[in-house]
T-cell receptor, first 115, second 114 residues
């Protein structure tokens, strides 16, 4: 079965620093997605990362705060920049996988605590 | 714009009882609908999906959901709850087709009492 992995699984960071989260998919996909899940909340889409083009950000999210890289069809990174305690969340990546790439699968998430 | 509403942020059932988690969607086009489960401190796992085939969809762990266009609903059910079903359940719709991003409901936390 398809697998999506993320690193790190969790981290505790100081405010003002940055953290880069990696997402690896075990098959080639055109689109990858990054979500944020704030404590006790649902998932909110941050951006869509297509290989070979700039990421597309949702309202309320900007590239300076959440720069994304997509160097190839199996890998993406999300950086949380200049962190504040409000950035404490679970960050998840996802990709459409399956025979027809018709199902969104999620990575295990990165649990971030900003002090 | 497409959206999802989950009625009830917290549902509590006894072990062996029927589980019913409600989800209503808003969509101007035939939707792709999903139910995901999130166990404590874990990522999201797909339970089942509706992609315009059979209206009654069977998923993993004995869960199923019925797509009712007239009611714009996609409620999740399980005939007999098990303690291991305690988790958070998210209903989601895909506005961009089956490969697009997902719009999630607020989630329903299911508790199962012995």
């Amino acid at each position: 079965s398809a697998v999506i992995s993320q690193k790190p699984s969790r981290d505790i960071c100081q405010r003002g620093t940055s953290l880069t989260i990696q997402c690896q998919v075990d098959s080639q996909v055109t689109m990858m997605f990054w979500y944020r899940q704030q404590p006790g909340q649902s998932l909110t889409l941050i951006a869509t990362a297509n290989q070979g083009s700039e990421a597309t950000y949702e309202s309320g999210f900007v590239i300076d705060k959440f720069p994304i890289s997509r160097p190839n069809l199996t890998f993406s990174t999300l950086t949380v920049s200049n962190m504040s305690p409000e950035d404490s969340s679970i960050y998840l990546c996802s990709a459409p996988l399956g025979v027809y790439q018709e199902t969104q699968y999620f990575g295990p998430g990165t649990r971030l605590l900003v002090l | 714009a497409q959206s999802v509403t989950q009625l009830g942020s917290h549902v509590s059932v006894s072990e062996g009882a029927l589980v019913l988690l409600r989800c209503n969607y808003s969509s101007s086009v035939p939707p792709y609908l999903f139910w995901y489960v999130q166990y404590p401190n874990q990522g999201l796992q797909l339970l089942l999906k509706y992609t315009s085939a059979a209206t009654l969809v069977k998923g993993i762990n004995g869960f199923e959901a019925e797509f009712k266009k007239s009611e714009t609903s996609f409620h999740l059910t399980k005939p007999s709850a098990h303690m291991s079903d305690a988790a958070e359940y998210f209903c989601a719709v895909s506005p961009g087709g089956s490969q697009g991003n997902l719009i999630f409901g607020k989630g329903t936390k299911l508790s199962v009492k012995p």
